[in-house]
């Protein structure tokens, strides 16, 4: 298994979480393709951590701490479209265009 | 086996995010994130991170999922999204986007560590185990810890302020043009 | 298994973000015993927090400069400035916010701990010395804002610019993290002083580091709302409660800022080669399309939003010069806009009685006649937005363009002046609106309760002083520009 294979997986996660939020209209679609992005930022971390091995695993816990930020943001985020989608009817973004997308 | 089991994973992975981005119905895209959620626990199994793995399995595809899935459910299952393109070309756009990023970082890598593969034993690094974790956590990383606390408060009441109705100080007949359309819930 | 040894609390240190997170909790568990406490208690509460928290950061002037706790706090010149600028900015906000929110019926007890909460983040987020910290600090003080924004429950503008800036929001972070990740994997640590050490060694992959060094570039850019990153401000800014988009624009560029200043000129400090042509052209687009898209706008915030991302250009074209020069002209910068800003959005704030304030220039025609007193202080917030003298913009844009002139850039300088002459003429548009146009209708009121109107006294007081007598807080910045790390 070697490391750039790993970054390699990292990053086509990335670019289609990318693809997920810039194309979804969902927004709860776009949350999760934001979601899909840390998850691949995570894969990274931890594979550097694997690689540099040194003592205070600072990759994993930098990992931690997105996994427990991501909790928070979907927690907060969720509400918001909730929100929104009591209000209108409708969660997709650009219909929610009383400001312009 | 371990070989196997990450190209096994990765096309998992893969195939489950493209599954999730290009699925119409809500409720597949989010079990799908949840497969390749899971895909991505395995990976941390084997570089080492055994904790994280059953963290990424509690509370990603435990608890975080559940909430996504609770609130398509709350907002109507049948709910697709329409296929027609409103902004024009957002989709190519976005492939153009996310490709164009993919690519580069890809090459990035590639050129940076070529075939490095890890030690022996990635996976029996000392700080793999909840052990290493707990003493960092609470010696080197002590303030970023308390820090999250403030965030975990923060994200709780706003919750709470954008989630409850507060019949007595809320604007009843709102005076801002804005702002008239009464009732906020169902 | 062997005994770890206690990790050491810098108490002193980190007393200014706890003096905030303190008083956001005892707000909460107050509004939790007491649900319908009177807000002006909150209010006061807020503002003592914030006192605490300034008498705290006064107290940290005196000691050495050193990085605390565990490498993830760095108490130095940038730092304690960058608090000076946060904490007027919430007391301001404060002040603005109890009548405002009154009015227009949104007064919410939670309002308060979530501004002391998001303050709390800036402040974090301007001493943050490791990368991990930085993400934190963002996600606190993002969350509160999303919040914040949203603060209008039943308006539709309100919502949409909660979802527009979580969304957008969330998505600049996740390209912060990767960018973090990155500089992780080439340097080994995140540790912003050893990162500097790992990269001045020459030890780095470039590409890599290059890779991570833009991908932060565009989560800062995001946050501070610079071109092209900046398609969130207008919306999230016009949508948002007016006294929280005052605070988002004043505070988060500082915050912002602060971090962006102290991850490039600390940590990359050795590459600045490769990153300042990529800031000098962000930085002259910044200028450029702010000033030419505010052009178009006939609504006041939506016209401030434009403006403040022209005037986070002008604080780039500082750390574009670089050197202490241009470290301590970016943060009288930022001070003078931080000012001027809550000053204009203030006046957004005051200009009506009930809660629906002159948001279409139309409005705003002929108020010169009527309420003279007040017309003057906007056209005083406007003068210096356009960087006349003698007010804090025009000493601010002198600070920059001269330090960038200094360190050779005179090119960008150029661009610099054509856009804030581009940008003059949107200022004053309004400006003649004001005096030189009968008024229309019938007279309104405006909603100048002494709280708000204290405020406004204190900015044109602020914008006046800075630009006619700028040495003081210009030598205060100059001896603020030193990074320990």
Same mark, same amino acid.
């Given at each position: 298994?070697?490391?750039?294979?790993?970054?390699?997986?990292?990053?086509?996660?990335?670019?289609?979480?990318?693809?997920?939020?810039?194309?979804?209209?969902?927004?709860?679609?776009?949350?999760?393709?934001?979601?899909?992005?840390?998850?691949?930022?995570?894969?990274?971390?931890?594979?550097?951590?694997?690689?540099?091995?040194?003592?205070?695993?600072?990759?994993?816990?930098?990992?931690?701490?997105?996994?427990?930020?991501?909790?928070?943001?979907?927690?907060?985020?969720?509400?918001?479209?909730?929100?929104?989608?009591?209000?209108?009817?409708?969660?997709?973004?650009?219909?929610?265009?009383?400001?312009?997308? | 086996?371990?070989?196997?089991?990450?190209?096994?994973?990765?096309?998992?992975?893969?195939?489950?995010?493209?599954?999730?981005?290009?699925?119409?119905?809500?409720?597949?895209?989010?079990?799908?994130?949840?497969?390749?959620? #899971?895909? $991505? =626990?395995? %990976?941390?199994?084997?570089? *080492?991170?055994?904790?994280?793995?059953?963290? @990424?399995? &509690?509370?990603? !595809?435990?608890?975080?999922?559940?909430?996504?899935?609770?609130?398509?459910?709350?907002?109507?299952?049948?709910?697709?999204?329409?296929?027609?393109?409103?902004?024009?070309?957002?989709?190519?756009?976005?492939?153009?986007?996310?490709?164009?990023?993919?690519?580069?970082?890809?090459?990035?890598?590639?050129?940076? #560590?070529? $075939? =490095?593969? %890890?030690?022996?034993?990635? *996976?029996?690094?000392?700080?793999?185990?909840? @052990?290493? &974790?707990?003493? !960092?956590?609470?010696?080197?990383?002590?303030?970023?810890?308390?820090?999250?606390?403030?965030?975990?408060?923060?994200?709780?009441?706003?919750?709470?302020?954008?989630?409850?109705?507060?019949?007595?100080?809320?604007?009843?007949?709102?005076?801002?043009?804005?702002?008239?359309?009464?009732?906020?819930?169902? | 298994?062997?005994?770890?040894?206690?990790?050491?609390?810098?108490?002193?240190?980190?007393?200014?973000?706890?003096?905030?997170?303190?008083?956001?909790?005892?707000?909460?568990?107050?509004?939790?015993?007491?649900?319908?406490?009177?807000?002006?208690?909150?209010?006061?509460?807020?503002?003592?927090?914030?006192?605490?928290?300034?008498?705290?950061?006064?107290?940290?002037?005196?000691?050495?400069?050193?990085?605390?706790?565990?490498?993830?706090?760095?108490?130095?010149?940038?730092?304690?400035?960058?608090?000076?600028?946060?904490?007027?900015?919430?007391?301001?906000?404060?002040?603005?916010?109890?009548?405002?929110?009154?009015?227009?019926?949104?007064?919410?007890?939670?309002?308060?701990?979530?501004?002391?909460?998001?303050?709390?983040?800036?402040?974090?987020?301007?001493?943050?010395?490791?990368?991990?910290?930085?993400?934190?600090?963002?996600?606190?003080?993002?969350?509160?804002?999303?919040?914040?924004?949203?603060?209008?429950?039943?308006?539709?503008?309100?919502?949409?610019?909660?979802?527009?800036?979580?969304?957008?929001?969330?998505?600049?972070?996740?390209?912060?993290?990767?960018?973090?990740?990155?500089?992780?994997?080439?340097?080994?640590?995140?540790?912003?002083?050893?990162?500097?050490?790992?990269?001045?060694?020459?030890?780095?992959?470039?590409?890599?580091?290059?890779?991570?060094?833009?991908?932060?570039?565009?989560?800062?850019?995001?946050?501070?709302?610079?071109?092209?990153?900046?398609?969130?401000?207008?919306?999230?800014?016009?949508?948002?409660?007016?006294?929280?988009?005052?605070?988002?624009?004043?505070?988060?560029?500082?915050?912002?800022?602060?971090?962006?200043?102290?991850?490039?000129?600390?940590?990359?400090?050795?590459?600045?080669?490769?990153?300042?042509?990529?800031?000098?052209?962000?930085?002259?687009?910044?200028?450029?399309?702010?000033?030419?898209?505010?052009?178009?706008?006939?609504?006041?915030?939506?016209?401030?939003?434009?403006?403040?991302?022209?005037?986070?250009?002008?604080?780039?074209?500082?750390?574009?010069?670089?050197?202490?020069?241009?470290?301590?002209?970016?943060?009288?910068?930022?001070?003078?806009?931080?000012?001027?800003?809550?000053?204009?959005?203030?006046?957004?704030?005051?200009?009506?009685?009930?809660?629906?304030?002159?948001?279409?220039?139309?409005?705003?025609?002929?108020?010169?006649?009527?309420?003279?007193?007040?017309?003057?202080?906007?056209?005083?917030?406007?003068?210096?937005?356009?960087?006349?003298?003698?007010?804090?913009?025009?000493?601010?844009?002198?600070?920059?363009?001269?330090?960038?002139?200094?360190?050779?850039?005179?090119?960008?300088?150029?661009?610099?002046?054509?856009?804030?002459?581009?940008?003059?003429?949107?200022?004053?548009?309004?400006?003649?609106?004001?005096?030189?146009?009968?008024?229309?209708?019938?007279?309104?009121?405006?909603?100048?309760?002494?709280?708000?109107?204290?405020?406004?006294?204190?900015?044109?007081?602020?914008?006046?002083?800075?630009?006619?007598?700028?040495?003081?807080?210009?030598?205060?910045?100059?001896?603020?520009?030193?990074?320990?790390?």
């Amino acid at each position: 298994m070697s490391l750039a294979w790993v970054l390699t997986l990292g990053a086509l996660l990335f670019s289609l979480g990318i693809y997920g939020v810039l194309a979804r209209r969902n927004a709860v679609l776009v949350l999760m393709g934001i979601e899909l992005m840390l998850n691949a930022v995570n894969v990274n971390l931890i594979a550097f951590d694997a690689w540099i091995r040194q003592g205070n695993a600072t990759g994993q816990i930098f990992a931690l701490f997105i996994i427990t930020v991501a909790a928070a943001e979907v927690g907060v985020g969720l509400a918001i479209v909730l929100l929104v989608f009591r209000r209108r009817e409708t969660i997709n973004v650009d219909e929610v265009n009383l400001l312009k997308w | 086996m371990e070989k196997y089991l990450f190209w096994v994973m990765a096309v998992t992975a893969l195939l489950s995010g493209l599954g999730m981005v290009m699925a119409r119905n809500a409720v597949h895209s989010a079990l799908m994130l949840v497969v390749n959620f #899971f895909a $991505l =626990a395995v %990976f941390y199994v084997l570089l *080492g991170a055994h904790f994280l793995a059953a963290v @990424q399995i &509690i509370v990603y !595809a435990g608890a975080i999922m559940v909430l996504f899935l609770f609130v398509i459910m709350l907002m109507g299952v049948q709910r697709e999204e329409p296929a027609d393109e409103p902004i024009r070309f957002q989709r190519p756009l976005a492939l153009l986007a996310g490709g164009a990023l993919g690519g580069l970082l890809v090459f990035v890598i590639r050129t940076s #560590f070529g $075939l =490095a593969r %890890f030690a022996e034993q990635a *996976g029996s690094s000392s700080a793999g185990n909840a @052990q290493g &974790i707990g003493r !960092a956590l609470f010696t080197s990383y002590l303030f970023p810890f308390e820090v999250t606390s403030i965030l975990l408060i923060v994200a709780a009441i706003g919750v709470v302020v954008i989630g409850r109705r507060e019949p007595e100080s809320e604007e009843p007949a709102a005076p801002a043009p804005a702002s008239s359309e009464p009732g906020g819930g169902p | 298994m062997p005994i770890t040894q206690t990790p050491e609390v810098a108490w002193r240190a980190i007393a200014p973000a706890l003096a905030l997170a303190g008083g956001g909790v005892i707000a909460l568990l107050v509004i939790a015993a007491r649900p319908k406490i009177h807000r002006a208690a909150l209010a006061a509460l807020s503002l003592a927090a914030i006192g605490a928290a300034s008498w705290s950061t006064f107290d940290l002037c005196a000691l050495r400069y050193r990085v605390v706790m565990q490498g993830s706090v760095a108490v130095d010149g940038v730092s304690l400035f960058a608090n000076l600028i946060l904490l007027v900015t919430a007391a301001m906000t404060v002040l603005l916010s109890y009548h405002y929110l009154e009015r227009r019926r949104i007064h919410r007890a939670e309002y308060y701990p979530l501004l002391l909460f998001a303050t709390c983040g800036m402040v974090l987020l301007a001493a943050a010395n490791d990368l991990i910290l930085v993400f934190l600090a963002i996600e606190v003080l993002s969350l509160a804002l999303y919040v914040l924004a949203g603060m209008a429950r039943r308006d539709a503008g309100s919502q949409e610019a909660a979802l527009k800036y979580l969304l957008l929001g969330a998505f600049s972070t996740a390209i912060f993290l990767y960018g973090i990740a990155l500089s992780f994997g080439a340097t080994g640590t995140t540790n912003l002083g050893r990162t500097a050490v790992k990269v001045a060694s020459g030890g780095v992959d470039a590409r890599l580091t290059s890779a991570a060094m833009a991908l932060l570039a565009i989560g800062f850019g995001f946050k501070v709302s610079v071109v092209p990153f900046h398609m969130w401000t207008p919306d999230v800014y016009q949508g948002a409660p007016t006294s929280v988009t005052g605070f988002m624009a004043a505070g988060t560029k500082a915050a912002g800022f602060a971090a962006l200043l102290r991850v490039f000129l600390v940590s990359f400090g050795a590459l600045q080669w490769s990153w300042r042509p990529v800031l000098w052209g962000l930085a002259a687009a910044t200028m450029v399309v702010g000033s030419i898209l505010a052009i178009a706008q006939s609504d006041v915030k939506r016209m401030l939003a434009y403006s403040s991302i022209a005037h986070a250009g002008f604080v780039l074209v500082g750390v574009v010069a670089g050197g202490r020069e241009g470290l301590s002209a970016s943060l009288f910068y930022l001070l003078a806009y931080a000012v001027m800003v809550l000053g204009a959005f203030g006046a957004v704030i005051v200009s009506a009685p009930d809660g629906r304030e002159r948001l279409s220039f139309g409005e705003w025609a002929g108020l010169g006649q009527r309420h003279p007193v007040f017309a003057g202080a906007m056209t005083l917030f406007l003068l210096s937005l356009a960087g006349i003298p003698p007010t804090a913009g025009f000493m601010g844009k002198f600070f920059v363009f001269s330090a960038a002139v200094q360190a050779g850039e005179t090119p960008l300088v150029v661009v610099g002046v054509l856009a804030s002459v581009v940008a003059a003429f949107f200022y004053l548009r309004l400006i003649v609106l004001m005096w030189l146009t009968e008024p229309a209708g019938e007279a309104q009121e405006l909603g100048a309760s002494p709280a708000p109107a204290l405020a406004l006294a204190l900015a044109a007081a602020a914008t006046l002083a800075f630009g006619v007598y700028p040495q003081a807080i210009m030598d205060l910045a100059r001896a603020a520009s030193v990074f320990t790390g």
